[in-house]
């Protein structure tokens, strides 16, 4: 069964440096999202993503952040400048035309 | 402001128990409310979607019901079993602008199923 997968599973960087984190929807689905999951927090929306633009993003969403599709495959979530209130599970999602959203395992981003 | 509510926020049970779990929500434009099971750090996964005509909908052992007038949902798990333990959370999904819109998520419930 076709998934979502998320590279890498764990990720941990000094404050202020630049993380990039990767996802690879599922083949045919057209709209890309970002999650992040604070521990022991609820998922929070981060940004949504069709047609090679944001449709829509959060006011966790600030200039820090950046998404990317840089090929037919990839989606890209980037952090510019880190800091410690970043550390998160960071989730990707992707559906197609329905309602269905499906979530791939995360990446744990550790900020020290 | 959109918020979905969930109780209660842990629960645990003897293995072969029924439970419910709740959620409220006031999120406007409705579209459609999922319950997602989420393991301890994997993502979530889906077992139910009920759009506003939907009033139950069942995946297994996993039933959900839906009153839109009162802006509830439950979840019910029979026959609960070990590997059930997990979060599950309500989101609901709201039409933004014409567009499928985005997640709403509650903060869960943590179900402990216990031998």
């Known amino acids: 069964e076709p998934e979502v997968t998320q590279t890498p599973s764990h990720q941990v960087t000094q404050m202020g440096q630049e993380v990039i984190l990767r996802c690879v929807p599922i083949?045919?689905?057209?709209?890309f999202y970002w999650y992040r999951q604070i521990l022991g927090q609820k998922v929070e929306f981060l940004v949504s993503?069709?047609?090679?633009?944001?449709?829509?993003k959060s006011e966790i969403f600030d200039d820090q952040f950046s998404v990317e599709r840089p090929d037919g495959s990839n989606f890209t979530l980037k952090i510019r400048s880190t800091k410690l209130e970043d550390s998160a599970m960071y989730f990707c999602?992707?559906?197609?035309?329905?309602?269905?959203?499906?979530f791939g395992p995360g990446t744990r981003l550790t900020v020290t | 402001k959109n918020q979905v509510e969930q109780s209660p926020q842990s629960l645990i049970i003897l293995e072969g128990k029924n439970c419910t779990l709740q959620?409220?929500?006031?999120?406007?434009?409705?579209?459609?409310l999922r319950w997602y099971k989420q393991d301890t750090g994997r993502g979530p996964v889906s077992l139910t979607i009920?759009?506003?005509?939907?009033n139950t909908k069942s995946n297994g052992r996993y039933t959900a019901t839906l009153d839109a007038d009162t802006k509830q949902s439950s979840l019910h798990i029979t026959a609960s079993q070990l590997s059930d333990s997990a979060s599950y959370i309500c989101?609901?999904?709201?039409?933004?602008?014409?567009?499928?819109?985005?997640?709403?998520f509650g903060k869960g419930t943590k179900l402990s199923v216990k031998p």
């Open positions: 083949s045919n689905h057209l709209y």
């Open positions: 989101v609901v999904s709201f039409n933004y602008g014409g567009s499928q819109g985005n997640l709403i």
């Open positions: 009920m759009t506003f005509s939907e």
């Open positions: 993503f069709y047609n090679n633009e944001i449709s829509e």
């Open positions: 999602a992707s559906r197609t035309g329905t309602h269905e959203q499906y």
């Open positions: 959620c409220n929500y006031t999120v406007s434009p409705f579209s459609n």
